[in-house]
């Protein structure tokens, strides 16, 4: 493997375990909606097109309903996300590169304490780009300032890798599922702890 010096983790389907934040989060919530009519607000607030208060209201959600607190709690982490996070620090710096809107960044930051353990975490609502547009990957580099030839990228969706091998990055494939994406990525994993066995 090349010259690792930034381990970047894409946050749904990697540090936390259901990367479907809408399909296994927010539908089975809303049972009178449609993936079809949730995805157009969803992907304009994780691209920093519109506050978290605006997707509520496109979905016909109050900010203070229930329902919002009740999906916020429901992000868990990955079982194995502790123990490869002690393993790695010392050799290496984290980071994270997440489809993310902003506010739920910062209330994922305070709950997990992200900022104890990653640097730089790129977050989409926050740069207003995503995955995979080339722009969220210059971001990284930009803020690590590390070229892509030393940044390893974990992530659950193959696209999303495929644009971060055009920038020289040693990818790695979360695979929780299926993928039908082409992109051959350079490392699969079916568990987060199998990186250990890569990097260490």
């Known amino acids: 493997m090349k010259s690792i010096q930034l381990i970047a983790f894409d946050l749904f389907g990697v540090v936390i375990s259901d990367g479907h934040l809408v399909t296994n ?11 079809a009519a949730v995805k157009p607000h969803y992907d304009a607030y994780t691209s920093g097109k519109i506050t978290e208060a605006a997707f509520w209201e496109g979905i016909g959600v109050a900010m203070d309903s229930p329902i919002r607190q009740h999906f916020l709690d429901s992000f868990v982490l990955d079982a194995e996300l502790t123990q ?4 790695l620090q010392g050799r290496y710096r984290l980071g994270i ?3 993310l809107g902003a506010e739920w960044g910062e209330i994922l930051d305070a709950r997990f304490d992200f900022r104890a ?16 547009e080339p722009a969220i990957y210059q971001v990284l580099l930009r803020a ?3 070229a892509g030839e030393n940044i390893a990228f974990i992530d659950d969706r193959r696209e999303n890798l495929a644009v971060a091998h055009e920038f020289g990055m040693t990818t790695i494939h979360y695979q929780r599922e299926p993928d039908q994406h082409p992109f051959e990525p350079d490392y699969t994993i079916q568990r987060l702890s199998e990186v250990l066995a890569l990097l260490c």
């Open 25 to 35: 989060g927010l539908l089975p919530l809303l049972p009178h909606l449609t993936k």
């Open 84 to 87: 490869v996070v002690t393993a």
């Open 97 to 99: 590169l997440s489809n």
């Open 117 to 132: 353990n990653f640097e730089p975490r790129i977050i989409s609502g926050e740069v207003q780009c995503q995955k995979p």
């Open 144 to 146: 690590s300032g590390i």
